[in-house]
T-cell receptor
Framework: DVKVTQSSRYLVKRTGEKVFLECVQD?????MFWYRQDPGLGLRLIYF???????EKGDIPEGYSVSREKKERFSLILESASTNQTSMYLC??????????FGSGTRLTVV | SQKIEQNSEALNIQEGKTATLTCNYT??????LQWYRQDPGRGPVFLLL?????KEKRKERLKVTFDTTLKQSLFHITASQPADSATYLC??????????FGTGTSLTVIP
């Protein structure tokens, strides 16, 4: 089975800090996604990537950027963290046409 | 606008009964649809995928149907057990590479 690892389970950052959330998959899968999940809003797609150095915006990319320099690693960057970015962040990876594997999530609190 | 709607309220059923969860979508043309299970504080776990040309898919006590005319998928858990209590999410891939989730249905199986 594919394993997707997110670097931190819990993170507390200050407003204005630059925040890096890391996600690594252990298979050679093309597709990787970043979502945030908030009560009542479900999972919302921030960015996704279907190959190295490729990225596409999801529904809510504002305030975020991503980096995919290697196939196994997809990083989400909060350029200047704000309190409204407090959320659960979930990374997923997998092959097109098959089920995706999610990481355990990073609960980010911006104070 | 595009929408993915799941049972709006939590679903409580008696152990041993069949749970039926609904996923309706609007203004999507999905190539396939997936169902995931999510436990509190964890990432979603893939359960089943059904393609647009398939009417029904089964896996152990799980069954999924997909009606592209009604724009609806039904997810059934037969002989439900308390361990099936979780939030269940439907997700679909639209044309392009984006992958969207519904807000989920919380299922509680009462012993």
């Amino acid at each position: 089975d594919v394993k997707v690892t997110q670097s931190s389970r819990y993170l507390v950052k200050r407003t204005g800090e630059k925040v890096f959330l890391e996600c690594v998959q252990d298979m050679d899968h093309e597709n990787m996604f970043w979502y945030r999940q908030d009560p009542g809003l479900g999972l919302r797609l921030i960015y996704f990537s279907y190959d190295v150095k490729m990225k596409e915006k999801g529904d809510i990319p504002e305030g975020y950027s991503v980096s995919r320099e290697k196939k196994e690693r997809f990083s989400l960057i909060l350029e200047s963290a704000s309190t409204n970015q407090t959320s659960m962040y979930l990374c997923a990876g997998g092959l097109e046409g098959y089920g995706y594997t999610f990481g355990s999530g990073t609960r980010l609190t911006v104070v | 606008s595009q929408k993915i709607e799941q049972n709006s309220e939590a679903l409580n059923i008696q152990e041993g009964k069949t749970a039926t969860l609904t996923c309706n979508y609007t203004n999507y043309s999905p190539a396939y649809l997936q169902w995931y299970r999510q436990d509190p504080g964890r990432g979603p776990v893939f359960l089943l995928l059904i393609r647009e040309n398939e009417k029904e898919k089964r896996k152990e006590r799980l069954k999924v149907t997909f009606d592209t005319t009604l724009k609806q998928s039904l997810f059934h858990i037969t002989a439900s057990q308390p361990a099936d209590s979780a939030t269940y999410l439907c997700a679909l891939k639209n044309t392009g590479n984006q992958f969207y989730f519904g807000t989920g249905t919380s299922l509680t199986v009462i012993p």
